[in-house]
């Protein structure tokens, strides 16, 4: 069965309607509780406009960090709701709660064109349990919030998850899917089964066990693998390189080895490094060869040597997934990498590439380093989402959209 959309909905009416909509605000915080990065918070915007605009009561459900089921003030949702307000141009009320009094009388008070966010689902054990009936039974109370009403998922960054608010809710309502996931699946989908060639695949971020499973999906298809961030030290290891106290699985060594003797053709690593003398934004650092990091010193990022060998890569490719930092953005003298390699992509683009980023901290890193978002076909909000979509597993959250 096909999946309903939004605008399916739209055309049926939502006057006056209850509409539950799952979004994902997992924003990130600073230590004042101020969201330093608002891209899924704006990535929301154009299906809970398009419910408001439409006069439906409006009921937003969503998460922000890992609460581990109990109510956790840091964890509030608060400053989603503030900005949320701000973005929409519309006061948007949050519940004290998520399926208690508060959330209830405040659900029945909406009118046309009203939104109503709830307090972090993650605030109740039942979201996230593994016990079909425990998170059966919180649906059924989110559910209790809209009486006769329909659910709309716009979390993408959620639907890799079997939980109460994404996959169960989706069951006892009529169910479509947001402005947002359907973009996500479209783009997606056009990546994983038909890119066109040369596709080129830029993998970053710290684990190479995070990556395995869309290293191992993605070296049948792609025509070029580029490894940078903290998981190339682990191949760089698996070279012979002493990489000293650069970040290091020591487990994944050997299936490292394996990759490159099956996929060395392939696979496309650092030339030269950015070494530290501790983890720190104002450490000492050099540019160094591969077998020439100073004794207990760390890489932080990739060479400039690297950017140069990935960016001649990147050159000629028509379609680039791109998952993960080449470095530790965050700190200045170590962003040089991310950032050289994300305009190699966004120039590009402008060749004609369709480029879509991974969500996670590559999107991140576009926004913190000031680089123009639109210089890419896609960014995606979600990381894991979009590497388990990639690597060719069943998003739960998907596949009960066409149930």
């Avoid at 004290?96 to 009094?101: A, L, N």
């Avoid at 659910?151 to 939980?163: K, L, P, T």
């Avoid at 490894?227 to 290891?237: N, Q, W």
């Amino acid at each position: 069965m096909a999946v309903k959309t939004l605008q399916d909905l739209l055309d049926e009416g939502v006057d006056g309607r209850y509409v539950l909509v799952r979004s994902d605000f997992n924003v990130p915080l600073d230590d004042n509780g101020v969201i330093t990065d608002p891209g899924r918070i704006t990535a929301s915007l154009p299906t809970l406009k398009a419910l408001a605009e439409g006069g439906a009561k409006v009921v937003v459900m969503a998460h922000l960090g890992r609460p581990k089921g109990e109510v956790n003030p840091k964890f509030s949702l608060a400053p989603v709701a503030e900005a949320l307000s701000d973005a929409l141009g519309q006061y948007v009320a949050l519940a004290s709660d998520v399926v208690g009094e508060d959330a209830h009388e405040r659900a029945n008070g909406l009118t046309e064109g009203d939104v109503l966010l709830l307090e972090n689902v993650r605030f109740d054990p039942r979201e996230t349990s593994k016990d079909e009936a425990e998170r059966g039974e919180f649906a059924d109370q989110l559910v209790a919030l809209v009486p006769d009403g329909v659910f709309v998922s716009d979390g993408f960054g959620v639907v890799h998850r079997a939980q109460a608010s994404v996959y169960d809710v989706a069951q006892r309502l009529p169910h479509y899917a947001g402005k947002l996931v359907g973009k996500e699946i479209d783009v997606l989908k056009k990546v994983a089964e038909q890119p066109a060639q040369p596709y080129v695949v830029v993998l970053g971020g710290s684990k190479v066990s995070d990556k395995l499973g869309v290293i191992e999906a993605l070296s049948t298809k792609a025509d070029k693998l580029i490894i940078g961030g903290g998981m190339c030290y682990t191949f760089l290891a698996a070279q012979g390189y002493n990489v000293q106290k650069s970040l290091l699985q020591e487990e994944m060594i050997d299936t490292c080895k394996d990759l490159l003797a099956r996929h060395g053709d392939k696979i496309v690593l650092p030339v030269d490094l950015v070494a530290a003398e501790t983890f720190a934004a104002d450490a000492a650092n050099q540019v160094v060869a591969l077998d020439a990091i100073p004794e207990g010193w760390m890489s932080l990022d990739i060479g400039p040597k690297s950017v140069e060998l990935f960016a001649e890569t990147l050159n000629s490719a028509k379609t680039v997934f791109w998952n993960g930092p080449m470095g530790v953005f965050e700190f200045p003298a170590f962003a040089a990498g991310t950032r050289g390699v994300a305009q190699a992509i966004i120039d590009t683009t402008a060749q004609g590439c369709f480029s879509v980023v991974g969500g996670g901290d590559s999107a991140a890193s576009v926004r913190v380093l000031g680089l123009d978002e639109e210089g890419f076909s896609h960014i995606s909000t979600g990381g894991g989402a979009s590497l388990e979509y990639l690597e060719g597993k069943q998003l739960p959250g998907v596949a009960v959209l066409a149930s």
